[in-house]
């Protein structure tokens, strides 16, 4: 029952992001100072912001930053991971001892200390907080890679495949990778709703995206000095945040039972 609640409102995001115009017929941007900071009721059922634009048209139109970005994040992050894990896997004692100490060094920053640290270095912004989070979730992704290709390598089907005589990238394109992989893309539905929390949290941090842009972790930026007075300006993002990550991790969790059956 869970798993079909997390679909429906993962497929109420995607509504959101794709036609967001659907849900919320307003501007986000239109701003309205006599209108300012009133309360959720009719007509701003989610409330206004301190210019007086409309909370609700904003979650809703923030939606689509807020995915892309933890979409955008965990494709760094995998396609980083198939290059070091592969490369570790399959390229010898010494590429696997050097990629392996090089991810033990990623490993010993946290996450998001090590997202933290790319911006640091190259300056805030949506394209490098999606670059860091997606840098920073590389790490695990790839030691699951690499055992799973070292386990596919050694299977007897892959074994055939060389007696048999296929190239050595025939056997990697067509038997190593596929079946290595696999099992990470279930970890995908988990590491989205991840990225999306830690790119909220960069933006809240105001390295991410800035306001006025309605993305969820720059309104939650923008609301967080009038927390006591006009609460519903971080309410509403931030309950869409630990909806979305609530929910691609029920899914995720749903499909990893299924995959182990």
């Known amino acids: ?6 679909v429906g409102f993962l ?5 959101a992001a794709l036609l967001p115009s659907l849900l919320a017929p307003g501007d986000p941007l239109a701003i309205d100072p006599g209108d300012a900071f009133r309360a959720p009721g009719w007509g ?13 048209t904003r979650v809703v139109h923030g939606t689509a930053p807020s995915l892309v970005i933890g979409v955008s994040a965990t494709t760094i992050g995998i396609l980083l991971a198939l290059v070091f894990g592969t490369a570790a896997a399959l390229g010898g004692r ?21 997202a933290l640290l790319v911006i640091t270095v190259y300056g805030p ?24 290709t070292r386990a596919v390598a050694s299977s007897a089907y892959v074994e055939a495949a060389v007696v048999l005589g296929k190239s050595r990238g025939r056997i990697l394109a067509r038997h190593i990778l596929p079946n290595a992989v696999a ?3 279930v970890l995908v539905t988990l ?17 991410g995206a800035e306001p006025p842009a309605a993305e969820w ?11 006591t007075t006009a609460w519903w300006m971080t309410f509403f993002p931030g309950l869409a945040i630990v909806l979305s990550a609530a929910a691609t991790t029920v899914l995720g969790r749903a499909l990893q039972r299924r995959s182990l059956r």
């Open 1 to 6: 029952m869970a798993q079909w609640i997390a």
């Open 11 to 15: 497929l109420l995001l995607l509504v």
């Open 44 to 56: 701003h059922p989610f409330g206004t912001d301190e210019s007086g634009r409309d909370v609700y």
């Open 94 to 114: 010494v590429v696997d001892f050097g990629v392996s100490r090089f991810l033990e060094v990623l490993f010993a920053f946290p996450g998001l200390l090590l």
């Open 125 to 148: 912004g949506i394209v490098t907080s999606t670059i860091a989070v997606g840098l920073a979730t590389a790490p695990g992704y790839a030691r699951i890679i690499r055992s799973q």
């Open 183 to 185: 099992p990470v893309f």
């Open 191 to 207: 590491g989205v709703g991840q990225a999306i929390v830690w790119a909220a949290a960069l933006s809240y941090l105001g390295l």
């Open 217 to 227: 972790g720059a309104m939650l930026f923008a609301g967080k000095n009038y927390v």
